[in-house]
């Protein structure tokens, strides 16, 4: 099949494709084109295997598929027997020799140049994946709510969060390293090249502060409305730390504070939810945030945990204690912190408003606020962790 054919039918199809709803981008496509070409069809059959392997990525998503296949090659003899009942391919009947040649000519009048010229459009933009070295799992699971995935589901992201790094901002160390703009003489290094041109110091050497990622601090809330959540974004934080991130605690509450910086370091992801389900006996229980900020001021952070941190906390605000109580501590975290980042997934509705008690409290102290509901959600609550203050 000449490659001209070819590149038109991938185009033509996938346009019609997005006309009926499918979000076959650029690089289904590309994929798409590419199956053909080392498979090289003989039947409708091996070429409707060859599109819902590339140009599907969801189970949802097959029944567009099969509808927009059946539109496109109606003209075939053994179309019925490629559709069916039940939108899969009869193996009973026997297949068809089809020209992959004709098929640009059988293809929809409507998606013809114009649609071809569409899947280069600003509106595919959002079909390309932001990490395209593993696309398979973000397109099947980017998009989905945290609390939509099953275990096994979860255990697929853990290769595209291995990619993801946690950055923060930097600061000054009171540790010195040499600097040819620092502002500080080094008289130890400028006497020491001073003996070699006779003990006249005719270069100074200068050293400056260090600088190193301020410390992250993960309060997470684990209780039954969050578990899903917080199972996500902790596996996010320990493929984190295991990336060798900025210096990282963790903390989990529900009823009562727990410490799982040590649970969570050199084990596989795994294990370390399993080991952070045991480690925190109130998992999936209620939520009391403002006992728990108090416990964590009190115990860690004003000891020097959470001065000068990057603070992220990850609940949804509902608060069955004090509210009073959460917007005194939040305000104590708010004078130790750097900055303050809440990850609420209940803010990813376009009308959500902070009237729960609780979030209410918290809100005006909160730097940041975002949704991180899923994985193509993270990019948001990576830069928020990563800004630094003016």
Known sequence: MPEADLASLAARFAARLRVEGLPAGPERSARFAEAVTLTDPRTTKELYWCGLATLVADPSEIATFDRVFAIVFEGFPDHRSVIGDGSRPDPAVPPQRVDLSDVVDTADSGSSSSDAADSDSPEDEDDIAPFPTIATAEERLGGRDFASLSNDELALLVDVMRRLRLATPLRRSRRYEPGSRGRRIDLRTTMRQAQRSGGYPVSLARHRLRTRPRR????????????????????????????????????????????????LAKVRPEVALERAGKAAPDWSGGTRIGLALKAFLDRYGARGVARGAVVLIISDGWETGDATELGEQMRRLSRLAYRVVWANPRTASPHYQPLVAGMAAAWPYCDTVVSAHSLRALDPLLRALAVAKR
Not at 232 to 241: K, R
């Open 216 to 263: 992250l601090v993960v309060l997470c809330d684990i209780s039954g409305s969050m578990e899903p959540y917080a199972r996500a974004l902790l596996q996010l934080i320990y493929c984190a730390i295991a990336a060798g991130g900025p210096a990282t605690e963790v903390f989990t509450f529900a009823t009562r504070l727990t410490r799982l910086t040590r649970v």
